[in-house]
């Protein structure tokens, strides 16, 4: 939805967060003077908080949505939220409709491959497990815990699943959890795929600089790549791709008043 001369956050911003690009934007709308309100989803046990002042939870749908961005006088969101937030994405969009306030998705840019990458583009985190099955091998899971049980059924290889907060579905038989919160540095995901002999290297394509360097190691060491493909987003969403884009959307809104 595009914001209108006529429109402008006078009231309170809600940041639809828990990405490194949310903090970001709910310290530059902070100090700009902008009334900010950030949002969590609560999936991490321990989440690294924004500046300003948090809810941690979901709305419970489009109409718990519409009802707390009237309720609590929104007058703009930016969903900032993961790219493979789908669901919340999708939620915001339709709220904002319903409601007629202005919506930014500020999305990080995906991952390219470069020409020496070796990567297998996949549509979703099902083929990426029948990709796995097909091949077999030593995997190297890093997709998080709300995907892990779609591996579950896999016997005939073995899974490194690395996780903030542990997998609370099932997970594969043949499997060792590591418990490890980003960013990830090079030499230490080339160190940990050849400590573990991985051959093949799972993940979505978040985008982002905080998880690139697992990319980048793979390559290096001739890993076999599985990039499940970002979900399709509503049609028509203004975006930007980061925090100061972002500010300069709510501050030309305020300065055409």
């Given amino acids: 939805m595009l914001m209108s001369s006529t429109e402008r956050p006078t009231g309170r911003v809600l940041i639809l967060g828990g990405t490194a690009e949310a903090r970001e934007l709910a310290k530059v709308v902070t100090d700009a003077g902008i009334d900010v309100v950030s949002s969590l989803a609560g999936r991490v046990q321990r989440p690294r908080l924004p500046v300003g002042e948090v809810r941690i ?3 419970g749908g489009t109409r718990g949505l519409v009802d707390y961005l ?3 006088d929104i007058s703009a969101v930016v969903d900032a939220t993961h790219p493979f937030a789908a669901s ?3 939620n915001a969009a339709a709220a904002c409709d319903q409601t007629s306030i202005p919506l ?3 999305r990080r840019p995906p991952w390219e491959p470069g020409p020496t ?6 549509r979703d985190m099902t083929s990426a497990a029948e990709y796995v099955a097909a091949q077999g091998g030593r995997i190297f899971l890093t997709t998080g815990r709300q995907d892990v049980d779609v591996f579950a059924g896999i016997d005939d290889a073995w899974f490194l699943i690395r996780v903030v907060d542990p997998p609370t579905a099932l997970v594969p038989l043949n499997a060792e959890i590591l418990s490890a919160r980003g960013p990830y540095r090079y030499d230490d995901e080339a160190a940990l795929m050849r400590t ?3 051959t ?6 978040s985008g982002g600089a905080l998880t690139r360097d697992k990319l980048d190691a793979a390559r290096d060491l001739g890993i076999d790549v599985v990039v499940v493909d ?3 987003e509503p049609i028509g969403l203004r975006s930007v791709d980061d925090a100061a884009a972002a500010l300069g959307w709510l501050l030309a809104a305020q300065s055409r008043t």
């Fill in 196 to 198: 573990y002999g991985i």
């Fill in 88 to 90: 919340m994405t999708r």
């Fill in 57 to 59: 939870g979901g709305f």
């Fill in 117 to 122: 990458d070796s990567w297998h583009r996949v």
């Fill in 200 to 205: 093949t290297l799972v993940t979505k394509n």
């Fill in 230 to 232: 970002r979900p399709v």
């Fill in 70 to 72: 009237r309720a609590q």
């Fill in 104 to 106: 930014l998705r500020l």
